[in-house]
């Protein structure tokens, strides 16, 4: 299969273009220094006003919408579909599109809609976009590899090719949902900056300076556009987090065996140390709830092994509207803050955010205590020994069947060849210590019970997804503030706070690096670069919290008037 790596992938990149239909096309590609920011006015002007109103709507509003019969499914989808062939030329967001098919789902949904005046589930009629994990009939999945072109995964004659559906992909169709396009991804998943031999580099919308993050980093860049009013990405190192904090989207990273993974394409698939989860993303945060919830509805543990039996918990949810809402000394939730977790400080836009959050959880009344952890450096140690247990063998392999180079970003995890992989006996120890690490910090979240003034331990924690508001292109450095999560296998969720402005956000006079890592983050950071990006915080929750968590996350977002 090793042929001309070059002419297939650009043969492949030119496919991509030629699926975006020649009325939305766009005549010149204005360059980062001719238009940093291509949100907003500069993609509206490119629609038509009913265009803009729907795409502009939430996925909540769109339900609403089209179950009320004010909008037609076909009228959102190709409202959706054009604003998303808009962003994959100013971003390079899309590695599939599907908009026929998209278009005759969405008829047949309008033609139930006439014929029974009712919907077939919560998402009908809401276009919903999926990162290149999925298998969807009919359309490719490369996950960004050249030698995943024309195959099911890389093997070139498997019957499954073209026919396979993952399990959450029939879900959404069950529940309405009209799926139209599936986002790029880095080669291999596993980077905090989106990039692959195919299409390039995906560039953050906001700023065009600036990553639009990863692995869900066409997921981010898309939804941030308004192409998408949510989506599904995947997350083992922070990869829902990071594209949400970075394009100012809500999003979760669920505990592993809460939302359905079978049937998904993923690297180093049987590592099951820490695994990677399923979640969405998108610009509200009673979007990511509706997605989350619908999913559920579909009890996803009957057809998933890994999954839970967990239906949605009202009452989880309403806990934390009672608290907020009382008059009374119980009125009152509890978080810690994480400034620092001790290796890197985070750049003075997320210093800010951090502040801003915990600022408006006093103001209204609720304790913030500071968060003083067992060592993160000796979680991150157990984390990410997981990603090289086979020594690199499986991605090595991918890049194998084409012959095409790793980018800088991926060799920098796992080399120009395959190292020696992990004895059974290494990775019984290596989880035996993430066992004993996860009941340490357990027993130190318990202990904030002490501190409270509650007799309850803290609800949530909050701190940085990343060390900086987004990373620029080859400089994601540190991983830190959201693989703990996963080695922690914690519910976390993400809220935007504000944008970096270069009169507020310098470092302190003086400012010294702590060690080489903080260094690396220290010199990256340019105020004139980073204005205007969005920053983020994210609020981290235990084990299999996610209502209590995507409660909290609408409630502090309106605190803070997101």
């Given at each position: 299969m090793v042929t001309d790596w070059q002419s297939r992938a650009e043969a492949k990149r030119e496919a991509i273009l030629k699926s975006i239909p020649e009325k939305w096309r766009l005549q010149k590609i204005p360059s980062a220094e001719e238009q940093k920011d291509v949100t907003g006015p500069y993609i509206q002007q490119f629609l038509d006003e009913k265009e803009v109103e729907i795409t502009e709507t939430d996925a909540v509003g769109i339900a609403e919408k089209v179950a009320a019969g004010t909008w037609s499914a076909v009228s959102v989808t190709e409202a959706f579909c054009h604003r998303a062939s808009l962003a994959h030329q100013l971003v390079n967001c899309l590695h599939e599109t599907f908009f026929d098919a998209a278009i005759a789902s969405a008829k047949e949904l309008d033609d139930y809609y006439a014929q029974h005046k009712k919907t077939i589930g919560p998402l009908h009629g809401v276009p919903v976009s999926l990162k290149d994990q999925f298998h969807v009939k009919d359309v490719e999945t490369t996950m960004g590899y050249v030698?995943?072109?024309?195959?099911?995964?890389?093997?070139?004659?498997?019957?499954?090719?073209?026919?396979?559906?993952?399990?959450?992909?029939?879900?959404?169709?069950?529940?309405?949902?009209?799926?139209?396009?599936?986002?790029?991804?880095?080669?291999?998943?596993?980077?905090?900056?989106?990039?692959?031999?195919i299409i390039g580099y995906t560039w953050n919308p906001k700023n065009r300076y600036i990553c639009s993050g990863g692995s869900s980093g066409g997921e981010g860049a898309l939804i941030g556009l308004k192409g998408s009013p949510g989506g599904f990405g995947t997350d083992i190192g922070g990869s829902i987090r990071i594209p949400a904090a970075f394009n100012g989207l809500f999003g979760i990273r669920p505990t592993s065996g809460r939302l359905p993974y079978e049937g998904m394409a993923n690297s180093m698939d049987g590592q099951n140390s820490v695994l990677s989860v399923v979640g969405p993303l998108a610009t509200t945060a009673r979007s990511v709830k509706l997605l989350t919830k619908s999913i559920l509805a579909q009890t996803p543990w009957l057809h998933d092994p890994l999954v839970v039996h967990m239906p949605w918990r009202d009452a989880e949810e309403q806990a934390v509207y009672d608290i907020v809402k009382s008059s009374s000394s119980k009125g009152q939730l509890t978080f810690a803050v994480m400034k620092s977790d001790g290796i890197v400080n985070p750049q003075p836009p997320v210093t800010r955010a951090v502040a801003m959050v915990v600022e408006a959880l006093t103001s209204a009344g609720h304790k913030v205590i500071e968060w003083k952890p067992p060592s993160h450096e000796r979680l991150l140690e157990i984390a990410l020994k997981t990603w090289v247990y086979d020594g690199g063998k499986d991605v090595h392999e991918a890049f194998g069947l084409s012959g095409e180079p790793l980018s800088m970003q991926i060799k920098s995890a796992?080399?120009?060849?395959?190292?020696?992989?992990?004895?059974?006996?290494?990775?019984?120890?290596?989880n035996r210590d993430k066992r004993s690490f996860q009941k340490e910090y357990m027993d130190y979240w318990n202990s904030t019970a002490q501190e409270t003034g509650t007799g309850k331990p803290v609800d949530g924690v909050i701190c940085p997804v990343a060390p900086f508001p987004a990373a620029r292109p080859e400089k994601y450095s540190y991983y830190g503030y959201s693989v703990f999560v996963n080695g922690l296998d914690y519910t976390s969720v993400v809220v935007p706070v504000t944008t970096s402005d270069k009169t507020k956000d310098q470092y302190a006079e003086g400012y010294k690096p702590i060690n080489d890592e903080d260094k690396k983050v220290y010199e990256s950071y340019d105020a004139e670069i980073y204005e205007g990006a969005h920053v983020s915080v994210q609020i981290v929750g235990r084990r299999y919290t996610e209502e209590k968590m995507l409660a909290i996350a609408e409630y502090v977002g309106g605190l803070i008037g997101k």
């Open positions: 030698g995943w072109i024309g195959t099911f995964e890389g093997i070139k004659d498997d019957p499954r090719k073209g026919t396979y559906e993952s399990e959450m992909v029939k879900e959404l169709r069950s529940l309405g949902a009209v799926l139209y396009c599936k986002t790029s991804v880095p080669h291999t998943l596993m980077s905090g900056e989106t990039v692959n031999n796992y080399g120009e060849k395959p190292i020696k992989e992990f004895t059974a006996s290494e990775i019984s120890a290596n």
